[in-house]
């Protein structure tokens, strides 16, 4: 069986550490490096029932999209979610590792997998890494479809492949989408970035409302499609590279996806006659 830091260098292949953002925490978090590893959990978000499943089930390493410790702690304390979390995994002999901007910013990676299951012919990372890459790296992808279609078929297509419990929209809809600019996650930053590159609809998530307005008067389609349903596709594909490189080493592992759901979910709300 191979030990965490073995698996931590297959990573280094699929997902590089250097390149993620400066402000980013990735890496091996939590753990002994010369500890092996027979069963793997790979989720998208570090919660409680994760730590909790991986426990109960008996896993050796957690890897999760986003970071358990973003931020520097000044203290420890195991009555909150993120020091129980860590506490759990440290009495049961639990590695975590997080593998966050470096996964987005690989060209196979959180947005390269979103455009790809869209349909879309990727062209060019939407915001170049300025990190030392072979390959186009970078945040967000830039993708086109052979044939334009409609925007409504856009939406449907979004509907079908991500199932998000919502979809915003701001500015106004295109007659025909041709070329798209994705970046799962958090990304309305890149609003302008996408407009200079001629893309007709942007699909990102957690659209300010600054973003919206701006889009508005710019003239772009802009999507907002929610945090987990735009990153959450792409943790089958990590499971998928990850047995890829264990079965070249000949390591039979056990890797498996843990099946979370959007925290975020619409309200339910009762008729006018209820509330009055």
């Keep these: 069986m191979p030990t965490v830091q073995e698996f931590f260098e297959i990573l280094q292949h699929i997902t590089p550490e250097h390149l993620a953002e400066d402000w980013d925490n990735v890496g091996l978090l939590v753990g002994n490096p010369r500890q092996q590893v027979h069963r793997i959990l790979v989720a998208l978000d570090p ?34 979610p993120i020091g129980r979390f860590l506490a759990e995994a440290i009495q049961n002999n639990i590695g975590v590792i997080a593998c966050h901007t470096n996964f987005d910013s690989v060209p196979d990676g959180v947005s390269g997998y979103l455009a790809r299951i869209l349909g879309l012919r990727v062209v060019r990372p939407l915001v170049p890494s300025r990190s030392d890459c072979s390959e186009n790296c970078g945040l967000g992808q830039v993708g086109e479809y052979a044939v334009p279609i409609s925007a409504e078929d ?102 498996d996806v843990a099946r979370q759901q959007p925290p975020l979910r619409l309200a339910e709300r009762g008729s006018q006659q209820g509330r009055a």
């Excluded at 991986?54 to 702690?73: G, K, V």
């Excluded at 973003?211 to 596709?233: C, M, Q, S, Y």
Aim: with cysteine; aromatic share 8%.
């Design 154 to 255: 856009f939406v449907a297509r979004i509907d079908q492949v991500l199932e998000p419990p919502w979809l915003l929209e701001a500015g106004p809809r295109p007659a025909r989408v041709g070329r798209v600019a994705v970046c799962g996650g958090s990304c309305s930053d890149f609003a302008e970035v996408a407009k200079r590159q001629g893309v007709d609809a942007f699909l990102t998530a957690e659209v300010k409302h600054s973003v919206a307005r701006w889009a508005e008067d710019a003239g772009l389609w802009v999507l907002d499609g929610g945090h987990f349903a735009t990153e959450n596709p792409a943790m089958d594909l990590l499971r998928d590279r990850l047995q890829q490189e264990a079965g070249r080493r000949g390591w039979v592992l056990t890797i």
């Design 47 to 80: 919660t409680c029932s994760l730590i909790d499943e991986a426990a109960r089930r008996r896993y050796d390493l957690i890897l999760t999209h986003h970071p358990i410790i973003f931020r520097p702690l000044k203290a420890l304390h195991t009555d909150t």
